[in-house]
């Protein structure tokens, strides 16, 4: 689909926070490009709280081993950042906790 964003996010500097709300399915490539993007932003630092609105979210090829390779390689955040996930379904929020759980 032409001009489709799965990811939106905010960098808010005064606040040290970064938001994230992705939409319908999620890929691997969609989370690369929005960790790609938010690296390149002059306005993030890696120190900055994360809040992840997954509420829209209906499917993700999000497994194991790719949360592992995203956490380990891909991920700008410290490792002290603080980190919140909003995900209404169980699934979903398994996955996303892997990586944090591996560190």
Do not use: W
Request: glycine share 2%; with cysteine; net charge neutral.
């Amino acid at each position: 689909m032409k001009g489709f964003v799965p990811a939106h996010f905010n960098v808010d500097s005064e606040r040290r926070l970064v938001t994230v709300r992705f939409d319908s399915e999620v890929t691997v490539r969609d989370v690369v490009q929005y960790l790609e993007s938010l690296k390149a932003n002059p306005a993030f630092d890696p120190g900055f709280s994360e809040l992840v609105d997954l509420t829209q979210v209906m499917s993700s090829e999000v497994d194991f081993q790719a949360a592992m390779m995203l956490s380990h390689e891909v991920d700008p955040f410290s490792r002290k950042a603080r980190r919140a996930f909003v995900a209404p379904r169980a699934a979903t929020f398994r996955t996303v906790r892997i990586p944090d759980c591996a560190r």
